[in-house]
């Protein structure tokens, strides 16, 4: 028996050993990554790179303990980290363009319009945005449009045959498993809830649908064929009609530019920026370039606030990804209080939920309107109580 006790203590002491050199082995990279921040320093003729192939949200978090051990990248990219570089990319005069490696781009379309426009913007400075693809989706291609030359892979493809959604319906499932859902449903056009008691869509849910796909590729198709110095007509049936099977295709129609590989993309890079081509590019990645940027806030007595209210709204203090309606009542009521805020910006993006929580949230809206500007901007999503919380603010 004492022989067992022997060998379990020692096992306890091994594990809490290991786990204590562990901890210690986990502080270090993150005192490292922490302290290398300042350490960054953008080389001449450089470009930056955005290789979008990661969620993009409203805000990366900082404290991601992936962003920490990952050298500047986490989960997700934040929407306001992408906009910030490509704005600072802009005037910076060791960044000569950006490569925009994008693929399956992880964003909705209001996010991608950002993005694109800051892209837009940028090309004003007279740099270059250069695209490479190897697949392209619809999302993908619609933000790679704006470059000054697009590269396809010979063998890749590229997606251009307007939108679609797909919704997945439950109710003969729920029916062999003996499940009955009760649903509580006010309009015939509130259909989130159709799947769970229908077969198929519904009338008002196809015609609303149909009414948004049609909307958003009509603004996409608009806009490319502007970037593209194509008709819109002539890019409506090239689209309609699905006349877009592959690469050559892309190219004869003039939707890319160059049928290449990547490291073609890379040597009409270096020509542009005056590197040999037995030379090393100097990309710098999006994660590089922000851990190198000034983050310090403003000291002044005149400030605007910034919440974003992204996620399911819920009632309570919520999670990182949810819209609690404690939390965010709080910091509304702060900024409102705060007299060094003159203005405040509601940032929302989310499907909607909690009634209860939606009333607390806009409650403190309709105060702080009283006292202060509150301005609302709309992201991907404004839906349901979503729509509620900024009900008094002005929309941008």
Avoid at 187 to 197: D, H, I, L, N, Q
Avoid at 379 to 386: F, L, Q, R
Wanted: with cysteine; charged share 25%.
């Amino acid at each position: 028996m004492r022989q067992f006790f022997k060998f379990v203590l020692a096992t306890l002491v091994g594990l809490m050993a290991f786990a204590f050199v562990g901890f210690l082995i986990i502080v270090g990279i993150l005192v490292t990554a922490a302290s290398s921040e300042d350490e960054v320093e953008v080389a001449k003729n450089s470009v930056l790179e955005l290789k979008l192939d990661q969620p993009i949200s409203e805000r990366e978090n900082p404290e991601s303990l992936g962003s920490l051990l990952g050298g500047g990248s986490s989960a997700s990219s934040g929407l306001d980290q992408i906009k910030g570089a490509i704005r600072r990319a802009k005037n910076d005069d060791n960044i000569k363009g950006i490569f925009l490696n994008v693929e399956l781009v992880q964003a909705g379309m209001a996010t991608l319009e950002e993005i694109r426009n800051e892209l837009i913007d940028f090309k004003k400075s007279g740099k270059f945005v250069v695209a490479y693809n190897d697949l392209a989706s619809e999302k993908s291609y619609y933000l790679a449009s704006v470059a000054n030359r697009i590269y396809l892979n010979p063998q890749g493809t590229l997606e251009f045959n307007g939108l679609s959604s797909e919704t997945y319906y439950y109710k003969n499932l729920f029916e062999k498993l003996g499940v009955e859902p009760y649903i509580f449903r006010v309009g015939s056009f509130k259909s989130a809830v159709e799947p769970y008691f229908r077969e198929n869509m519904s009338d008002s849910a196809r015609l609303q649908t149909s009414s948004f796909l049609n909307s958003m590729n009509d603004f996409m198709l608009s806009h490319v064929a502007k970037s593209r110095k194509i008709a819109p007509a002539r890019l409506r049936v090239i689209s309609d009609s699905m006349l877009v099977h592959n690469a050559d295709d892309a190219k004869r129609l003039g939707l890319v530019t160059n049928l290449g590989y990547y490291d073609q993309a890379l040597s009409f890079m270096k020509k542009k920026v005056g590197v040999d081509e037995d030379e090393k590019l100097g990309l710098v990645s999006l994660g590089t370039y922000q851990r190198g940027e000034d983050e310090t806030s403003g000291s002044g007595s005149k400030r605007i606030a910034v919440i974003y209210a992204d996620g399911d709204i819920v009632t309570g203090k919520g999670g990182n990804n949810d819209i609690g309606s404690t939390r965010f009542a709080e910091a509304i009521r702060q900024a409102r209080l705060d007299d060094r805020v003159k203005a405040v910006v509601l940032r929302v993006n989310s499907p909607g939920g909690s009634s209860l929580a939606s009333d607390i949230i806009y409650r403190e809206v309709v105060l702080t309107k009283k006292v202060k500007p509150i301005v609302c901007s709309m992201s991907d999503v404004a839906a349901s109580g979503a729509i509620l919380l900024p009900w008094p603010a002005t929309p941008l």
